[in-house]
């Protein structure tokens, strides 16, 4: 398995939208497998394509303690089965040192397809459905930033280019 580089807030490929996925193949499975690799090096629970520069709508998730857990999502859309919103605290391995509290709805039914191209449905809540709900976020080309004012937003934006630079600077 390879590390893939993840893209840092305010790369503006970061913003595009992911395409839907037509070919189950091979290559899908190692993007994938790819994708929960760095995804746990970087002591991730969820990462989505956009976010390693693949602009597909693929979405790797693993919240079990010992990493045995992965769900590989694929082609991924929601409905919500509780509008109640809840909020919760929430990072981004694109957004380093940032969290936000974040309104996101209390329960969901997702519907995508598995590396085999095969159709499932989940119901998700807690945890899992934020997740979940974050990572489409990233695949649509929106980011946990969005969440926060212009000024916050500026702010963290300065803070990220500062820390790029002092690495460049090693």
């Known amino acids: 398995m390879n590390r893939l580089n993840i893209l840092t807030f305010p790369d503006p490929r970061l ?16 993007k994938a497998n790819d994708m929960l690799f760095t995804m746990y090096e970087d002591k991730g ?8 520069d693949i602009h597909e709508r693929l979405i790797v998730i693993d919240l079990s ?6 769900i590989f999502i694929v ?27 974040v309104p996101r709805a209390k329960e969901i039914e997702l519907s995508y397809q598995n590396l085999r191209g095969e159709s499932e449905k989940l ?20 980011l946990l930033v969005d969440y926060s004012s212009s000024l916050k937003r ?13 690495k460049n600077k090693n």
């Open 15 to 30: 913003r595009k939208k992911a395409a839907p996925i037509t070919n189950f193949d091979s290559g899908l499975e190692k």
């Open 65 to 70: 303690e010992d990493r045995t857990d992965p």
């Open 123 to 142: 119901v998700a809540d807690g945890l899992l459905g934020y997740c979940i709900q974050h990572e489409i976020d990233h695949l649509n080309g929106k």
């Open 45 to 52: 629970i969820g990462l989505a394509a956009t976010q390693v």
């Open 75 to 101: 082609n991924p859309s929601f409905v919500v089965l509780d509008s109640t919103q809840e909020t919760s605290k929430e990072g981004c391995l694109s957004i380093p040192t940032f969290q936000q509290e």
């Open 154 to 166: 500026g702010r963290i934006k300065d803070k990220l280019m500062k820390m790029k630079d002092g």
